[in-house]
């Protein structure tokens, strides 16, 4: 799950960021309204959390413009106003939650899965490939019905993966996308975690999902479909 937090306070956002990260979220950060904005429009995120404070543009601005072309996408707002007048304006702007600091980084979890698991009605929130089940809410994995334990980097490796079956990711796709960076030769870590991944999911059972590319990179398909 792909999270974009709009906040320009450096070290709120940064606290957000690894807490959520923790949980196995992939987290991009905009620390003004516009970016924020243009970050929302560009990028198909499963949640957006925003500051109402912002430079440039307003949290309040951002969400009403983006409710113009996005109306699904759930939406947290952070702010140190708490009066009533304050929270009925979002509402009605299109923010779904409300969040009034300081938080903790707790509650702010608890109504993010709530928020998404509000929203399975409209996307499917288990991955199923084969007898592998990914809970993309719950973080819960499962094959042949056997919970399997993975770490974040783990989950969001399959989930990736999974979420693109049959397709073919490079391993800088992989990067940019499971670690939130684009840098060169550091593709290896691909592999380590591939490996790490196949342990788990793969090699204890009878049939093995995720497949290399030859100098290319990974696909995870099922091969009775391929
Ligand atoms: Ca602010």
Do not use: C
């Not at 957000?16 to 979220?25: H, M, P, T």
């Not at 309040?60 to 413009?65: R, Y």
Request: proline share 3%; net charge neutral.
């Amino acid at each position: 799950m792909r999270i974009l937090l709009v906040e320009d306070e450096q070290k709120v956002a940064r606290l957000i960021a690894q807490g959520l990260g923790k949980e196995g979220f992939e987290v991009d950060t905009a620390s003004d309204g516009q970016a924020g904005l243009q970050s929302a429009l560009g990028n198909a995120y499963d949640l957006l959390i925003v500051d109402l404070m912002l430079p440039k543009l307003t949290g309040s601005e951002l969400i009403k413009q983006l409710r113009k072309s996005n109306g699904d996408l759930p939406i947290v707002v952070l702010t140190a106003r708490d009066s009533l007048t304050d929270k009925l304006s979002n509402f009605e702007a299109g923010a779904d939650d409300y969040l009034t600091k300081p938080f903790a980084l707790a509650e702010l979890l608890v109504r993010i899965k709530a928020l998404l698991r509000r929203g399975a009605s409209n996307r499917s929130n288990i991955l199923r490939i084969a007898d592998l089940e990914i809970d993309r809410v719950a973080h819960q994995v499962k094959r042949q019905a056997t919970p399997i334990k993975l770490t974040s980097k783990e989950y969001g490796l399959l989930e990736y993966l999974a979420s693109n079956a049959g397709r073919v990711l490079s391993r800088s796709m992989i990067v940019e996308h499971v670690w939130d960076q684009s840098f060169e030769g550091f593709t290896n870590i691909v592999d380590v975690y591939v490996r790490q991944l196949r342990a788990k999911i793969d090699e204890p059972f009878e049939v093995r999902l995720i497949q290399t590319v030859r100098n290319v990179g990974y696909t995870l398909v099922d091969p009775a479909t391929a």
